[in-house]
């Protein structure tokens, strides 16, 4: 590597540093990591085992022995007594009952509403009472005539055995994890190519610089790396925010029990690796479409859009979509989801190699393109 090349990184790191938006996009945008993780992981830990039960109260016009009170305590409702047809739907109207029971003929009649949550909840509770009635009933009648319980009821066996290693709303905060991971990369670079070249056009210190003794090759390279240590930078400080947080969480939260997290040493590598190629590709990227920009403004409007690319994973894990060798294929969509299949331990190592080789490629081509944009005086003086 010439001098002109190191120079040239240590020119764009400064600036780098020196900027305020740039540093705050390597520094605060991963500190939002850690927060996300341990908040909707402590959010859906009390969805999922909170003991707190919603009782729902119901209307009827008859009178309960023992056994129906028991059902009903059973199933979580609380009732109250009314005369009529008429006092139950007032009481409803009030908001004093969520449902209601009309007994007329030996004929229950259930009155609710499905669209409101609470008439709904409380109208499948009145079912499970009615239908536990009646499995009462009917088990007494059998008993009268003497008939065998367990030929009428117990004709087949069933049990449940959970399936352990895969959670949804675990396997949803890991992945939202690593997106914001991606993202943080993603506007590190692209504030940094922002300034670095139509930043650079508009101020008039690249004409400046272009003076200098240094071959436009050497310019590019110098630009290219050092906006690709940034992004590693901050790809690194996210990743162990993001790596820490989740064993952290394991720990404190019960719906990471049975959840598979592989963080052994040789896969925490293997993340660091693909997170150095996506930095190595979203650098060149965003140099490659800011390279086109008259001025800094029109710059980060081109590139606003790449930020909200890094959501389209996500996207993908919520309709079931999982990594084959087609997916290894499309940038951003291959980093994200291949480095949430490493820590869930689901990795394919064919699926890997893809992604490695496809990357290479795509930066090979965008390098290309930036050399090529930067030997045309129209790119390089647009403004």
């Given at each position: ?44 830990n009390d969805m999922m ?203 404190m939260f019960e719906i ?79 980093h994200s989801l291949l ?45």
């Amino acid at each position: 590597m010439t001098n002109n090349v190191l120079e040239t990184i240590k020119k764009e790191l400064r600036g780098i540093v020196r900027d305020k938006k740039s540093l705050l996009m390597m520094i605060i945008t991963p500190l939002m990591i850690p927060m996300f993780i341990f908040v909707f992981s402590l959010m859906y830990n009390d969805m999922m085992y909170s003991e707190e039960v919603d009782t729902y109260t119901i209307g009827i016009n008859y009178s309960m022995n023992n056994i129906e009170k028991k059902l009903i305590k059973d199933v979580g409702l609380e009732v109250n007594n009314y005369s009529s047809k008429e006092e139950m739907q007032t009481a409803y109207d009030e908001g004093n009952i969520d449902a209601y029971i009309m007994l007329e003929n030996n004929k229950y009649t259930i009155y609710c509403n499905d669209m409101i949550e609470n008439s709904s909840m409380a109208s499948y509770g009145i079912v499970s009472y009615l239908d536990g009635y009646n499995n009462y009933l009917a088990q007494n009648y059998l008993l009268g005539i003497n008939a065998d319980l367990n030929s009428v009821y117990n004709n087949i066996n069933y049990d449940f055995e959970q399936i352990t290693g895969s959670n949804d709303l675990v396997d949803l905060i890991i992945n939202m994890g690593f997106i914001f991971a991606i993202m943080a990369i993603t506007l590190t670079a692209v504030y940094g190519a922002t300034d670095s070249t139509a930043g650079e056009k508009e101020r008039g210190t690249l004409e400046t610089f272009l003076t200098f003794p240094i071959k436009s090759n050497e310019l590019i390279l110098g630009k290219y790396l050092a906006i690709s240590i940034s992004c590693f930078v901050t790809s690194v400080i996210s990743m162990i925010l993001t790596l820490c947080s989740l064993s952290i969480c394991r720990g404190m939260f019960e719906i990471y029990n049975d959840v598979i997290l592989n963080l052994n040493i040789s896969s925490v590598l293997l993340v660091f690796i693909i997170m150095l190629c996506y930095s190595l590709f979203i650098s060149g990227l965003c140099i490659a479409i800011a390279s086109f920009s008259k001025s800094y403004k029109e710059a980060q409007s081109a590139l606003t859009p790449l930020s909200m690319l890094v959501m389209i994973p996500m996207f993908f894990d919520m309709f079931g979509i999982t990594m084959n060798p087609l997916i290894s294929l499309i940038p951003v969509v291959n980093h994200s989801l291949l480095i949430n299949d490493i820590v869930c331990g689901k990795a394919n190592i064919f699926n890997i190699i893809i992604m490695f080789a496809s990357t290479i490629l795509y930066v090979i081509l965008i390098i290309y393109c930036i050399t090529k944009q930067y030997k045309s005086e129209k790119i390089l003086f647009s403004f």
